[in-house]
């Protein structure tokens, strides 16, 4: 079971995690789409994908603040997640995907492993953001256990 927590302001990280999700499923992974991240559904998952856009100057949007606030508050063991990170941003931005980073540090703290380097896409570049997060979605499947 992959957990797909889903950061989103204006639904262009919502539309790649759906694109993710379905090619997932269609590879045979179990997946939960997760628009509104829920420790308490998700406490017993051990493999977390989040998928976010960075907003304003490089915060996580509204959808997925109060799931990140309740993990820095409550600081639960996380030792046995394994997780990736697709943050999409703008380059133009010195805040370049540091919503995506932000987390990534935040679960590491928590005692939580990276699967490989996060994806940094830049919405900027004229490649599709899904289309970016499906060329590098085969280098996280071979990490993941197949359920």
Request: a negative charge; hydrophobic letters at 40%; glycine letters at 6%.
């Amino acid at each position: 079971m992959i957990q797909i927590l889903v950061g989103s302001q204006m639904g262009a990280a919502e539309y790649v995690a759906e694109q993710v999700a379905e090619t997932m499923v269609l590879g045979g992974y179990e997946v939960t789409l997760q628009l509104t991240p829920d420790l308490d559904q998700i406490a017993n998952s051990t493999n977390w994908l989040l998928i976010t856009s960075t907003y304003g100057a490089g915060d996580l949007p509204d959808n997925i603040q109060p799931f990140a606030d309740r993990l820095a508050q409550d600081r639960p063991d996380l030792t046995t997640v394994s997780f990736a990170v697709i943050t999409l941003g703008d380059s133009s931005y010195d805040t370049f995907c540091q919503a995506g980073r932000t987390f990534s540090q935040l679960l590491q703290q928590l005692g939580a492993k990276p699967l490989l380097d996060s994806l940094e896409i830049d919405v900027q570049d004229a490649d599709l953001p899904e289309d970016q997060a499906l060329i590098w979605l085969p280098e996280l499947l071979a990490r993941l256990p197949h359920d």
